[in-house]
């Protein structure tokens, strides 16, 4: 079994290479950051590779691509577009350099990737492609607002694409974590509910993948949360959340 994943140098990317090299799967890895790439291939127990790459340029995914299969000796089974950026921001002072970014990595990155392994796919009818969104998706989240539409998007389009490739036998994962300790999150100034661990969330999506799940979305009570914020009427959703409109922010960048 092959798998690509890309912003795979840390947090919930790392963590689900571990997690699948443990359950024997041979792969391939892609991040900006080739030592830290590096490094974890030569922790791995399975085959891999490491593949420095920036998501947001489609003919370098492509090229890694092909250097993944060539190196793994053959298509990938399973294609997980990881690769995101969280940046704070506000409405009052709206960052469009960090938006631009944010869009880029996010979404484009998530396309890049499937134009490079769904032809692929589609041809040997077999194979599973996996994002990486959020329950930050599920509704616009004042200081969050761009960060929230890069995972909505990311959510439609899985979601379509789940529907239009099932004919051809490829499954189409949409994952949505929660709060996860990685290196986004712990910038966060905010108490964050039902935080995980990134082993964790780790178990979590792999099971979910080999198990061809539709959607993986957890922990459990922050996802009924979000699912029934979404009924809430939007005049009780803005006076709910109107304070956390008010708080500070920080606008370093976060990768996972």
């Given at each position: 079994?092959r798998?690509?994943i ?10 689900l ?6 359950r ?10 080739a ?18 790459c ?23 089974d ?8 969280g ?10 350099a960090?938006a631009e ?23 040997r009818?077999?194979g ?5 969104a959020?329950?930050?998706?599920l ?9 929230s ?56 999506i ?9 959607v993986?979305?957890f ?29 500070k922010i ?5 990768r996972?």
């Amino acid at each position: 079994m092959r798998a690509i994943i890309t912003g795979a140098s840390s947090g919930i990317g790392e963590a689900l290479a571990r997690e699948l090299a443990r359950r024997g799967w041979d792969l391939a890895l892609l991040a900006r950051r080739a030592d830290l790439l590096d490094a974890l291939v030569k922790e791995l127990p399975t085959k891999s590779v490491a593949l420095p790459c920036d998501v947001t340029d489609a003919m370098a995914v492509k090229i890694a691509v092909k250097q993944g299969e060539m190196s793994l000796g053959g298509p990938f089974d399973l294609a997980v577009a990881n690769a995101g950026v969280g940046v704070p921001s506000h409405a009052s002072k709206f960052p469009l350099a960090d938006a631009e970014l944010m869009m880029r990595v996010n979404v484009i990155g998530m396309f890049n990737l499937f134009d490079a392994v769904i032809p692929s796919m589609i041809e040997r009818r077999a194979g599973r492609f996996a994002g990486i969104a959020s329950i930050a998706g599920l509704r616009g989240l004042p200081t969050s607002s761009v960060y929230s539409a890069t995972k909505a998007a990311m959510h439609a389009f899985l979601e379509a694409s789940r529907v239009e490739l099932r004919q051809y036998g490829v499954g189409v994962t949409t994952v949505n974590p929660g709060f996860v300790i990685t290196a986004m999150t712990e910038k966060n100034r905010f108490k964050m509910p039902f935080l995980m661990k990134v082993d964790d969330a780790a178990r979590v999506i792999a099971d979910g993948l080999e198990r061809g799940k539709r959607v993986v979305e957890f922990p459990r009570p922050m996802s009924l949360l979000m699912r029934f914020a979404r009924l809430i009427p939007d005049a009780i959703w803005d006076r709910a959340t109107a304070p956390y409109a008010r708080r500070k922010i920080d606008a370093e960048k976060a990768r996972r």
